[in-house]
């Protein structure tokens, strides 16, 4: 039993090991790389750099714009996660609580929503924000992106109000407390876990968008870190910048490699939650 039990374990740590070793090691490598010369790399690609120079960040970051572009994603991110918040909240306490006219129509809409790819909007929305003179404009960009995970953060909350007792809201009522009361004091902090699941995985969704941005941005000065790389790696392709590459790929990573580390457990608890829900 020990040998069948052993075996059993090493037939699931193994394929687990591989996967993350062949996951790792192009990270590893682009780290490594930051750190070297051009001449390094071309004389040896696989090897540790002879002397950890931040030259390429700091190339990268002022005469490359990363750290211009950096702010911007700060910007985007941070105010589309909480414009996404504030729409999706009390929309998703009123489907689930609130009976009136409608009520399923209105869910399943929302619903729906997701499965239709996002592209087809673009061209309409370009448009749209030309006639209302909002292109290259950096809070439009971030409304954009919080109305567009809308139903996703809904689909998420709704699981969660829906198992807030209702008797904890009738003895509110009771006493004296408004919907609004409810909804901020009493359902809020009980799905905490489902808001800050939803609020993650919009936020590494809006860092890491960059059609949108570079349909909707025009000035370079504006440009979010998904163009802004993309630039970056133009340049190098022409430049052999290859150094200077990696550093960028490093600054638009790291901060997104931190967030999860930091938050995993609260995903991770706030998705089995949900899915027990």
């Excluded at 809308?150 to 909350?157: N, Q, R, V, Y």
């Excluded at 609020?199 to 941005?213: K, M, P, Q, V």
Aim: net charge neutral; proline share 4%; hydrophobic share 55%.
């Amino acid at each position: 039993m020990n040998i069948i039990r052993t075996l059993s374990g090493l037939a699931v740590r193994i394929p687990l090991l591989i996967w993350s070793f062949i996951v790792i090691f192009p990270l590893l490598w682009m780290f490594i790389g930051a750190f070297k010369t051009n001449a390094e790399i071309f004389a040896s690609p696989w090897a540790l750099p002879e002397k950890f120079n931040f030259q390429n960040f700091l190339t990268a970051w002022t005469d490359y714009n990363i750290g211009t572009a950096f702010v911007n994603s700060m910007f985007v991110t941070a105010l589309g996660s909480l414009l996404c918040l504030v729409f999706s909240i009390p929309t998703a306490y009123a489907l689930e609580r609130m009976r009136f006219k409608g009520n399923e129509i209105i869910l399943n809409t929302y619903l729906s929503s997701m499965m239709i790819p996002s592209v087809l909007g673009w061209i309409p929305l370009f448009f749209l924000l030309l006639k209302l003179n909002l292109l290259d404009n950096l809070w439009a960009l971030s409304l954009i992106y919080a109305v567009s995970h809308i139903p996703f953060t809904i689909f998420i909350l709704i699981s969660f109000m829906g198992n807030v007792p209702k008797e904890l809201e009738e003895a509110a009522t009771i006493d004296g407390m408004g919907p609004y009361g409810i909804l901020f004091k009493i359902v809020t902090p009980l799905v905490k876990s489902g808001i800050i699941t939803a609020t993650i995985l919009n936020a590494i969704s809006f860092w890491n968008e960059y059609f949108l941005a570079l349909i909707l941005l025009q000035q370079e000065s504006k440009n979010t870190l998904g163009v802004a790389m993309d630039l970056l790696k133009t340049n190098a392709k022409y430049e052999s910048a290859w150094g200077v590459l990696f550093a960028g790929l490093c600054i638009a990573v790291i901060p997104v490699i931190i967030f999860y580390s930091v938050f995993q457990r609260h995903i991770v608890k706030g998705m089995t939650e949900g899915a027990i829900k």
